[in-house]
């Protein structure tokens, strides 16, 4: 089934989000996959048929391990669906704390030692904790109603965040090995901004200043997500050490093939 989907508004490249975005643990499995997979794939997929990609942001780190997650606070709700940590107690501790202020959603998974502690506390829920379970219900169909039923209660929880006119489409420019963008206004009072950066995601694109810690996120569908504190921000593409390696590599053996004709 094909659907036509049309813009109604001016497409800009940058956007300064005006809501927190979702924390989202799950797979990155964008090969073939079981149809009732809760992974980062399904959840993109089903914003899009939904058609709520620009009412819901969700945003996934690399690296999946809950016990290493900071700054919760720029974030408006936290889903998880992918269990993954090595400290237990830091993971929990880290959850149960946000869960005072902020809501959590634990996708079903009784064999997990982390989902059964964090289970207890949905039974505080509107007293001392915000943690939701979302139960699996098997199959295709059930898991699209399943979807629908949580994207609508995660619209429900969004933190707005308030946007000067000069902050809600910033001017990008692209380069092969930096993006810079640049807002109309200052951003008056200093404050965390969540970017959102229309452009397909890739880990090696860094904050040009080398002592910012700030992180680029994956967000959906495969777009970039980090927070912006100045009028005017710039990223630049670092390659993994194993690039300027593997270039160096070739050159030798480059030069060996030529001393050896």
């Known amino acids: 089934v094909w659907k036509l989907f049309t813009f109604i508004a001016h497409f800009s490249r940058a956007e300064i989000l005006p809501f927190k975005p979702i924390l989202l643990f799950a797979k990155r499995d964008f090969g073939k996959r079981a149809a009732d997979a809760y992974d ?38 936290i889903l998880i669906s992918e269990y993954t940590y090595k400290d237990n107690d830091t993971a929990f501790t880290l959850l149960e704390e946000y869960s005072k202020t902020n809501p959590v959603f634990l996708i079903e998974e009784k064999n997990e030692p982390l989902y059964l502690r964090l289970e207890k506390l949905s039974d505080l829920s509107g007293e001392k904790h915000r943690v939701q379970i979302v139960q699996k219900n098997y199959g295709a169909h059930n898991t699209k109603e399943i979807m629908r039923g949580l994207f609508d209660t995660l619209a429900e929880n969004l933190v707005p965040i308030y946007r000067v006119p000069g902050h809600t489409m910033p001017s990008v420019s692209f380069g092969a090995r930096e993006i810079t963008v640049e807002l109309d206004e200052p951003i008056n009072p200093p404050e965390e901004l969540p970017m959102l950066i229309k452009t397909n995601y890739f880990p090696a694109w860094k904050h040009s200043d080398p002592h910012s810690s700030t992180p680029i996120l994956m967000a959906t569908p495969t777009f970039m997500l980090t927070w912006i504190t100045t ?7 670092t390659p993994p050490p194993i690039v300027p390696v593997s270039y160096a590599l070739s050159l030798f053996g480059l030069a060996g093939a030529t001393l050896y004709y």
């Open 40 to 77: 980062y794939a399904r959840f993109q997929e089903e914003l899009l048929i939904d058609g709520r990609f620009e009412k819901i942001v969700f945003a996934s780190p690399d690296d999946l391990r809950i016990d290493l997650i900071k700054n919760l606070d720029r974030f408006s709700a």
């Open 231 to 237: 009028k005017k921000t710039t990223l630049t593409l």
